[in-house]
């Protein structure tokens, strides 16, 4: 499964990927803003994004917005702080498929990724 | 400052630093803090705006700092390393996130992070704010949390309230 993770830390980045790799997902691709991953996820066609909300030059929801006008199907998940009712409710609206608040467990996030899965095969 | 301010970051550090760094953090009383040269030598900033404004700063003495960001990203750095800076800024993105969403009935939004590493620095505050200073300590060293916020409409604050936010 090809994963692209959006998000401006590379240290979070680098748990997320760490993480992946335990739960054996080495074809990982990643941008550092929306605008990086706009320009790569074209080419890259990931199977699964997992997208910061909020990043300097454009922000999660706004690459979540922009992305899915092309692409309604390739699910999303959030790995973000923003954890108030309305901003999971405007995520959700935007395409977001699953939603992983900081900090978070490696177990939780594994969790979100084989529900979010699920779902899209189901 | 209201109370129900402090509560949200002391249960917040707590939360972030065992889940994501496996350290427990013990928090002494909070103090009102009057100068505006940070506690330590390195300090994570995030800025509040909307219902809240103000800023929050994670500050560690640079030993501290290591040890914690070692803990956290899982490899060894000193505050040399060019992700030093990045893992510092996630830190107090993630205490002050999940503080900001026990802040009852306020739309907030939170700054990305920025870091400052350097002996005596001096962080600007809003001069109306007071400053509120949440001594932390931990295994890996002690730190401090300043947080300088206020409702965007309030016109003053108590000092009484610091030691409420403690009890």
Redesign the interface.
Known sequence: MKILLVD?????R??QK?VLGQLGHTEIEEACDGQDALSKVWAYEPDLLLVDW???NMNGLDFVKAYRQKDKTTPIIMV?????K?RVIEAIKAGVNNYV?????PDLLSQRIAETMEKVSA | MNADFIRPFISSVQNVFSMMVQLQITIQDPVIKTESKTTYDVSGIIGLSGDVVGNVVLSFPTDAAERIVTLFTGMEMTSEHEDFADAIGELVNMVSGNAKADFKDRDVSISCPSVVIGHDHTIGRPKEIPCVAIPCQSDCGDFVIEISIQDRSANSSSASDVSAAAA
């Open positions: 401006d830390s590379r240290t979070m680098n748990i760490s909020n990043m300097p973000t702080t923003e954890t108030e309305s608040v900081k900090p978070f467990t």
